[in-house]
Antibody, heavy 118, light 106 residues
């Protein structure tokens, strides 16, 4: 079964760090474009970052310089290292696979909650 | 690339036909996707490439458009269709979503 499972969310103080994981099954992370998307409470979807199959990485301006996307091929897992967290980063974080046709996000994880608060 | 959806909310009856519009700030060719999200759930891909129906999605859903203007139409609304819908461009990075359209039961 094709599946993504996120983990690593939690409560962190402003200025702190957190690393999210996205474990894939049923397909190979390194053969696909993969993204992180977040959703603040009661708000819409916001794209955060992506990693291409070739390894190129891209970030939203709101997280550039603070977040780092990576993957571990042998673990078939993608990560999001989040540093210098602010209250504005409080959100549900989803990982998603982009499909081969027009890059629609066709597989999503269930989400992991990040709360930044003192 | 900015994505603008309209309307932001919509009330309709079971059995109605509804159309949601999405406009891109520059051409995105056919790289436009539509998602459905229900409370507490991850988004679900409905339409890819402006008009391609994702596997398992009912045929009452359809998408049209190219360039900058796109529509999502739902024919004969069913109770399970009441949700929030998002458009998203995959033409370039950063990827961007519309602000969402909340479809509610009238």
């Amino acid at each position: 079964e094709v599946q993504l499972v996120e983990s690593g969310g939690g409560l962190v103080q402003p200025g702190g760090s957190l690393r999210l994981s996205c474990a894939a099954s049923g397909f190979t992370v390194s053969n696909n474009y993969m993204s992180w998307v977040r959703q603040a409470p009661g708000k819409g979807l916001e794209w955060v970052s992506m990693i291409y199959d070739g390894g190129n990485t891209y970030y939203a301006d709101s997280v550039k310089g603070r977040f780092t996307i990576s993957r571990h091929n042998s673990k078939n897992t993608m990560y999001l290292q989040m540093n210098s967290l602010g209250v504005e980063d409080t959100a549900e974080y989803f990982c998603a696979r982009e499909g081969k046709f027009y890059h629609g996000m066709d597989v999503w994880g269930q989400g992991t909650t990040v709360t930044v608060s003192s | 690339i900015q994505m603008t959806q309209s309307p932001s909310s919509l009330s309709a009856l079971v059995g109605d036909r509804v159309t949601i519009t999405c406009r891109a700030s520059q051409t995105i060719r056919n790289y436009l996707n539509w998602y459905q999200q229900k409370p507490g759930e991850a988004p679900k891909l409905l339409i890819y490439g402006a008009s391609g129906l994702q596997g398992g999605v009912p045929s009452r859903y359809s998408g049209r458009g190219s360039g900058t203007d796109f529509t999502l139409t739902i024919n004969s609304l069913q109770p399970e269709d009441f949700a929030t819908y998002y458009c998203q461009q995959s033409y370039s990075t950063p990827r961007t979503f519309g602000q969402g359209t909340k479809l509610e039961i009238k």
